[in-house]
């Protein structure tokens, strides 16, 4: 409990988590202020419904293709 190289990583830890937390603090701030893509994400619906139409757009998509990849995908190969 005397070694003071004990005492200077607990100090280390402590700075580290202190700066941790003031990280986390500021990237849920701007989250929360709709910052970035996921914080309008998180604050345009608009933009999420968007976003969640084109994903169930390219599923069906995909499902289609996988269904008859014929109609869809032409592979032609020519030699000269």
Same mark, same amino acid.
């Given at each position: 409990m005397t070694d003071p190289s004990l005492f200077n990583r607990m100090n280390d830890v402590t700075a580290r988590l202190t700066e941790l937390t003031g990280r986390l603090n500021e990237l849920t701030t701007r989250l929360n202020s709709g910052?970035?893509?996921v914080g #309008? #994400? #998180?604050?345009?619906k608009q933009l999420y419904e968007n976003m969640n139409g084109a994903v169930n757009d390219i599923r069906? #998509?995909?499902?289609?293709i996988?269904?008859?990849?014929?109609?869809?995908?032409?592979?032609?190969?020519?030699?000269?």
């Open positions: 910052e970035g893509t #309008l #994400l #998180l604050k345009d069906s #998509l995909m499902a289609e996988k269904k008859d990849p014929k109609r869809y995908l032409n592979v032609r190969v020519s030699i000269f």
